[in-house]
């Protein structure tokens, strides 16, 4: 078989655009998702509303259409359905890449893709190129503490109804950790906030802040500014204030601390990372890393701040890469 003009890892709304200009200017290519369709979307809370308009999430030219002035998530993964099956784009679901090695001076002039399916199927795949797209929030920014891992810890949260009646204690002070806050209370469970800052992040979507500061001013969210969570144990969790201890009920943790591109596969294939941010060396004209031939689009560019790049100015580096690998294969044939 020959190889493919590029292989293009993740199908997030990067990938897609990526794999929709793929297809515009005739390249042989692939999209190879190790979960669903914009996997991190679908593993967005179930009620999320975006904090941008729709025209922003756009990708390919097709009209993203909502009677609301902010999308919700539902919708945003029935769009990106649909254009999918718009552009008929060829999508392997399921197929986890495992390794990527680059070509190999004097043996290969290809990239080596190995992969393995949800059934345990494992494949060797040959690219000229390969665009590196996965986003980042499969992989949570872990906090070190005894008891992150029990079982009634999580660094996502999904719906409300579970934690009825529920004492949850919720870890950050930015939109995930408010809005998962609010979503709690009014669904009858207990949420108590604790954030290692003095105030709530400056970020919070400016329809939520007068709701989340109201409730904490009137008690009805209890907060802990200033404090920092040291270890959680099955029913209660400690925490630390101006060196002081204290011990809280928890029949739940939620950690809302962010999220980090996982860089294994840019370590193999040889790809330079900032010690301290974990930022690929790229181009930002064309997004090709050090390795020639390997290019990363989308929240994969940012490393630990993940927050710098969102659907809004990523949806844009598909082309931009796409151009630049239709002028590297052009001088490579020439």
Same mark, same amino acid.
């Given at each position: 078989?020959?190889?493919?003009?590029?292989?293009?890892?993740? @199908? &997030?709304?990067? *990938?897609?655009?990526?794999?929709?200009?793929?297809?515009?200017?005739?390249?042989?290519?692939?999209?190879?998702?190790?979960?669903?369709?914009?996997?991190?979307?679908?593993?967005?809370?179930?009620?999320?509303?975006?904090?941008?308009?729709?025209?922003?999430?756009?990708?390919?030219?097709?009209?993203?259409?909502?009677?609301?002035?902010?999308?919700?998530? #539902?919708?945003?993964? !029935?769009? /990106?359905?649909? =254009?999918?099956?718009?552009?008929?784009?060829?999508?392997?679901?399921?197929?986890?890449?495992?390794? #990527?090695?680059?070509?190999? @001076?004097?043996?290969?002039?290809?990239?080596?893709?190995?992969?393995?399916?949800?059934?345990?199927?494992?494949?060797?795949?040959?690219?000229?190129? #390969?665009?590196?797209?996965?986003?980042?929030?499969?992989?949570?920014?872990?906090?070190?503490?005894?008891?992150?891992?029990?079982?009634?810890?999580?660094? /996502? /949260?999904?719906?409300?109804?579970?934690?009825? !009646?529920? !004492?949850?204690?919720?870890?950050?002070?930015?939109?995930?950790?408010?809005?998962?806050?609010?979503?709690?209370?009014?669904?009858?469970?207990?949420?108590?906030?604790?954030?290692?800052?003095?105030?709530? *992040? $400056?970020?919070?979507?400016?329809?939520?802040?007068?709701?989340?500061?109201?409730?904490i001013s009137e008690g009805s969210i209890p907060a802990r500014f200033e404090t920092r969570l040291l270890e959680i144990r099955p029913k209660e969790v400690v925490v630390e204030h101006g060196g002081?201890?204290?011990?809280?009920?928890?029949?739940?943790?939620?950690?809302?601390?962010?999220?980090?591109?996982?860089?294994?596969?840019?370590?193999?294939? $040889?790809?330079?990372?900032?010690?301290?941010?974990? =930022?690929?060396?790229?181009?930002?004209?064309?997004?090709?890393?050090?390795?020639?031939?390997?290019?990363?689009? &989308?929240?994969?560019?940012?490393?630990?701040?993940? *927050?710098?790049?969102?659907?809004?100015?990523?949806?844009?580096?598909?082309?931009?890469?796409?151009?630049?690998?239709?002028?590297?294969?052009?001088?490579?044939?020439?």
């Open positions: 078989m020959l190889p493919r003009d590029v292989i293009i890892i993740g @199908a &997030g709304p990067a *990938g897609l655009a990526a794999a929709i200009a793929a297809k515009q200017h005739g390249l042989d290519y692939t999209v190879l998702e190790k979960g669903v369709l914009v996997n991190s979307l679908y593993h967005f809370p179930t009620h999320m509303m975006f904090f941008t308009t729709p025209e922003r999430l756009e990708i390919g030219g097709i009209p993203f259409i909502t009677p609301y002035e902010k999308p919700t998530r #539902v919708e945003s993964l !029935r769009y /990106y359905r649909r =254009v999918t099956d718009v552009y008929e784009l060829m999508i392997e679901l399921g197929e986890h890449v495992t390794a #990527v090695q680059a070509p190999q @001076a004097g043996r290969t002039e290809t990239f080596t893709v190995e992969t393995r399916s949800v059934e345990g199927k494992t494949r060797r795949l040959e690219s000229r190129t #390969v665009v590196l797209a996965i986003g980042c929030y499969d992989h949570p920014n872990l906090m070190g503490i005894p008891g992150e891992q029990l079982p009634h810890v999580s660094h /996502y /949260y999904d719906d409300a109804h579970r934690y009825y !009646r529920k !004492r949850v204690i919720i870890v950050g002070g930015k939109n995930s950790a408010a809005e998962a806050a609010l979503e709690l209370y009014r669904a009858g469970a207990h949420p108590t906030l604790v954030h290692r800052q003095a105030e709530l *992040g $400056g970020s919070i979507k400016y329809w939520v802040r007068p709701d989340i500061e109201n409730r002081r201890q204290d011990v809280l009920p928890a029949d739940h943790v939620l950690l809302m601390t962010g999220y980090l591109t996982d860089p294994t596969l840019m370590r193999q294939v $040889g790809v330079r990372l900032d010690p301290k941010t974990l =930022v690929p060396e790229h181009s930002a004209d064309t997004f090709e890393s050090n390795v020639p031939g390997f290019y990363i689009a &989308g929240t994969a560019l940012t490393g630990v701040h993940s *927050g710098r790049i969102f659907i809004e100015n990523g949806r844009f580096h598909g082309q931009v890469v796409v151009d630049a690998i239709r002028q590297r294969l052009a001088s490579v044939e020439a």
